[in-house]
């Protein structure tokens, strides 16, 4: 089967699915002030908010400033999953 969407979502984004249906039942947007979980590096298996994403260039990639229990951290934008409060 396949899932037809409009363009709406943009890399980074996370979309909650009603699998039985295929049908989008949600769309968390990595935007300032989302929920995110931390996949890779150091900080895995954080739950954080997410502040900022703090512009790369060729050579650098886009960073991520997140809060953690009122302490500001570091990682990489591509390292974060939005997973909204519901975890």
């Not at 980074?12 to 002030?33: I, Q, T, Y």
């Not at 150091?42 to 060729?58: C, F, M, P, T, W």
Request: hydrophobic letters at 40%; glycine letters at 10%.
């Amino acid at each position: 089967k396949g899932l037809i969407a409009d363009n709406s979502y943009k890399d980074g984004d996370s979309v909650k699915l009603k699998l039985a249906e295929l049908k989008v039942e949600k769309v968390l947007k990595l935007e300032p002030g989302a929920t995110c979980l931390v996949v890779k590096g150091k900080h895995a298996g954080k739950k954080v908010k997410l502040k900022e994403i703090r512009q790369g260039s060729e050579s650098i990639a886009p960073r991520a400033a997140l809060e953690d229990n009122g302490q500001e951290i570091l990682t990489l934008a591509s390292y974060l999953f939005v997973v909204g409060d519901e975890i």
